[in-house]
Each structure stands twice: as structure tokens, then as C-alpha cells.
């Protein structure tokens, strides 16, 4: 399957947040090396996720509210990925909630590397 390295990359970054396998320091590092728009795929996936009502959001969001908060660079880079067209791409045809971690993991990453 083309991409792996990327997917896996992509894969780990969004279980730091979700699963707390990492501390927001560890978490950024990973921010760092990572495109921009693919942060920005990986946040809204989150916060799409996790709304209010779900029973693991304050963990989630407050990993992703820290990470924002103790490096402010990973929310930038964020919003610098929100410019990109793919992004509009995504939003006109498809959905965050309707993807599962692996499908949107794959489908970003393959239009992000294609």
C-alpha cells in the first residue's frame, strides 16, 4: 500500500491526542515535522469525534487544548493547513464524523502525498 511511512506518521500523531500515549512535548515534536494541512485534518477530525456530548471529550480536547496552550506553534501550524484547497476539497465531499480514524488516515494522507 503506497504511503505507509506517511500513514503510520499520520496514525501516531492522532493517537497522542486520543489515546494519551504522549505528553504534549512528545506530541508536538511529532506537529513539527508533519504538514500543515494534515494538523489541521488531524484537529478537526478530533474536535468532530469528540463533541461535548461525547463521554472521553474532556480528555481529548482538554490533550488538545494543552498542546495548543504549551506550544502555541502546533495550533499555527493548524491554521496555516486551513488554507490549503484540499481542506475545501475534503469539506464538499466528505464528512470528519463519518470516517474512522484508519479511512480518514488513509484518505488524507493519499490526497495529501498524491
Known amino acids: 500500500m503506497p504511503f505507509e511511512n506517511e500513514k503510520r506518521e499520520a496514525r501516531a500523531l492522532l ?18 515535522d508533519a504538514d500543515p494541512t494534515l494538523v489541521h485534518f488531524v484537529f478537526s477530525w478530533l ?45 464538499g465531499a466528505h464528512s470528519y464524523r463519518a470516517l474512522d480514524a484508519d479511512a480518514f488516515v488513509d484518505l488524507v494522507v493519499e490526497k495529501l502525498e498524491g
Do not use: M, N
Not at 48 to 77: F, I, N, Q
Open 47 to 91: 474536535r468532530a469525534h469528540y463533541p461535548s456530548s461525547h463521554p472521553s471529550s474532556d480528555g481529548v480536547l482538554g490533550r488538545l487544548g494543552a498542546l495548543c496552550t504549551e506550544h502555541p506553534a502546533a495550533a499555527r501550524k493548524a491554521r496555516k493547513g486551513a488554507e490549503d484547497p484540499l481542506v475545501s476539497w475534503f469539506d
Open 15 to 32: 493517537a497522542a491526542i486520543e489515546d494519551f500515549g504522549s505528553s504534549p512535548a512528545q506530541t508536538f515534536r511529532l506537529i513539527e
